[in-house]
């Protein structure tokens, strides 16, 4: 097997940012160069004939504040098949223990050598505070119920390559819009590149204003599906729960569950997403989640992809100008998404 080292091209010109911290920001053209540049990625990567060491020399730090699977582990392997070094900071066992502030230990970090620090955290904006406070790029893998940009762009890319483009598809999301941040990267992005979204779940689990991204809102789950080209499945999430958002979770999983039953009303290829961790059983039924129209684990797949894809694109653009954010945005962004949450 031939181990070639593959030239990947220089990054598309309209590229100018160092950062990713959520999808609300991006353009269409920018989307698309993201999902264009995974493509690549995921074809080059399928073979493993040739090497892509555009990180060779770097290192990509994780900074993980809240527990992941797929996001950590997966961004992970993007950089190291990029030939980054990788490290991996966990919040537990840390100094944090002993009253060292989040600021100084990501600054401790960074003063190391990372070129690419990937955060998660509990507190909304904390990503976009990052990136005024360090001088490599940051990337937002989840700050609270804010956005989970990766997420909502390897969403897309699962769609788009079954579908090709957006534009008259609808796409349902259904679950616990309140405290998903997946929720709000996909709808962002949905929206930009023409799709219907449309939003179902309890209603004390769906923010007031949502209408004004761009959705329409559905209580009734068979009327929501009426129709449907593709269902998003959110988490029911017990930490973030309060108590008494909805009766118990046998009426969540009866009146919202995601089942044969229910799918009944959708198109009949009705693609099927969840962006894990599953509650089998509750948001969605097992035969479905393991049925021929999953995607479930094609997502996992394609995070891949599109997190190469994007630390490629920041790795080309951290040498032009530093997209400006004002503490005053950062700001207005933790006030939104605190007020959905
Ligand atoms: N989808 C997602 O963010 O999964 P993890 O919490 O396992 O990273």
Redesign the pocket.
């Known amino acids: 097997m031939s181990t070639d080292v593959l030239d990947i091209g220089s990054v598309p010109a309209a590229w100018t940012r160092r950062h990713l911290l959520d999808v609300e920001s991006l353009s269409a053209e920018e989307i698309n160069i993201i999902l264009d540049s995974a493509v690549t990625f995921k074809e080059v990567t399928a073979n493993c004939a040739q090497k892509i060491p555009i990180l060779s020399g770097r290192t990509c730090a994780n900074l993980f504040f809240e527990?992941?699977?797929?996001?950590?582990t997966s961004f992970s392997l993007a950089a190291r098949r990029l030939g980054s070094d990788t490290i991996d900071f966990s919040s537990s066992g840390s100094s944090l223990s002993k009253g060292e502030t989040f600021i100084d230990t990501a600054k401790n970090i960074e003063a190391m050598g990372i070129d690419v620090v990937i955060v998660r955290h509990r507190t909304p904006g904390t990503a976009h505070l990052l990136a005024q406070k360090l001088n490599c790029s940051v990337i937002n893998a989840?700050d609270g119920p804010h956005e989970?940009p990766t997420?909502g762009l390897l969403d897309m890319f699962t769609l788009r390559e079954r579908w090709g483009s957006f534009a008259g598809k609808r796409v349902v999301i259904v679950g616990d819009l309140a405290h998903s941040r997946?929720a709000r990267s996909n709808i962002h992005g949905l929206v930009t590149m023409g799709a219907e979204v449309v939003v179902c779940g309890p209603p004390t689990l769906i923010p007031l204003d949502i209408e004004r991204l761009g959705v329409s809102v559905e209580v009734d789950l068979k009327q929501a599906l009426e129709g449907a080209d593709a269902v998003n499945v959110l988490r029911i999430q017990m930490e973030r729960q309060q108590r008494g958002l909805f009766p118990s979770i046998d009426e969540y999983a009866r009146r919202w569950g995601i089942n044969r039953q229910a799918l009944k009303n959708a198109h009949k290829e009705c693609i099927i997403m969840h962006?894990?961790?599953m509650n089998r059983g509750i948001e969605i039924a097992q035969d479905v989640a393991d049925g021929e129209n999953s995607v479930i684990l094609d997502q996992v797949t394609n995070g891949v992809a599109v997190r190469m894809a994007v630390l490629y694109l920041l790795s080309g653009g951290s040498a032009l100008e530093n997209e400006e954010t004002t503490p005053q945005q950062t700001e207005t962004r933790v006030r939104e998404g605190k007020q959905v949450a």
Do not use: L
Request: charge should be positive; proline fraction near 23%.
């Open positions: 527990p992941s699977t797929r996001t950590r989840g989970h997420q997946v962006p894990g961790p």
